[in-house]
């Protein structure tokens, strides 16, 4: 299984992003898949996932301006962000969980001033 993400670049801050994970080697997408991120010098943090059972949970602090959404048939998770802030740059990695975890490669999201 490899997850292939994508949409990151650079934005001013206030704009938006919206990011793609789309999985490969597999015929169905695992209930538990999200993003995560990882500033730099920080721990890799939760941003948003599909827990299982259709729920979903979000960090704090993305929670108001960020969705989190799904295609099975494309095997494809989204993740829309909005009103970004130069807080929100990182390197955001796709994560799902089907009998094991699978990390994608990351894709960077910088957020200038």
């Known amino acids: 299984v490899q997850l292939q993400a994508s949409g990151g670049g650079l934005v001013q801050a206030g704009g938006s992003l919206r990011l793609s994970c789309a999985a490969s080697?597999?015929?169905?997408?695992?209930?538990?898949m999200g993003w995560y991120r990882q500033a730099l010098g920080k721990q890799r943090e939760l941003v948003a996932i599909?827990?299982?059972?259709?729920?979903?949970n979000y960090a704090d602090s993305v929670k108001d301006r960020s969705t989190i959404s799904r295609d099975n048939e494309k095997k494809t998770i989204y993740l829309q962000m909005n009103s970004l802030k130069v807080e929100d740059t990182a390197v955001y990695y796709c994560?799902?969980?089907?009998?094991?975890?699978?990390w994608g490669q990351g894709t960077q999201v910088t957020v200038s001033s």
């Open positions: 599909f827990t299982g059972g259709g729920h979903t």
């Open positions: 080697g597999t015929d169905v997408i695992g209930n538990i």
């Open positions: 994560y799902m969980y089907f009998g094991r975890s699978f």
